[in-house]
């Protein structure tokens, strides 16, 4: 097989453009890369409460067994700041992921040299990566929150005499209400 066989089929990475934990940037991923820098951490209550999620038995139902992570601090969202003026409505309904998905991809542009560069939209993709997409995302979001959930209801006195038993139905099998 002769290259200009496969010509077709090449590729080329000609930007990048990343939002890692204590990397707002891909400079500063290959700097934290270079000197060493730990970027896992406990965490922390305002993201997710150890309190209701946390076990240290793997096999405790509905919990996680670790208590730490990579996560995503001091990031800054500025559409205005990139000529991308949206509406506060929009930008107040996108989730992190998804602003981190289009600061991202701005910066693998920028690094391509867009806007000076001509850029071939006939020829060029961004491909981007993301664990919690789709409609099924909703059922995940609603059975990883049930314990703050289930914590908030628990609060309300009318509520935790109430003598209806309360069931959390995933796709596969109900959760029986457990206090």
Known sequence: ??????????????????????????????????????????????????????????????????KIGGWVREFSWDPMKWHMPLPPRVTDAMDHAQKWAIAATREALEDYGYPKRPLNSDRVAVILGNAMAGEKHYLTALRVFFPEYAHELGEIANFTTSTVPILFVTPRAPLPWRQ
């Open 1 to 66: 097989m002769h290259m200009e066989d496969t010509a077709y089929r090449a590729i080329a990475i000609v930007g990048a453009g990343a939002v890692l934990p204590d990397a707002p940037n891909v400079n500063t991923f290959w700097e934290n890369v270079k000197s060493g820098r730990y970027s896992i951490t406990d965490v922390t209550p305002d993201r997710w409460d150890p309190a209701f999620y946390y076990n240290a038995d793997p096999k405790a139902p509905d919990k996680t067994y670790s």
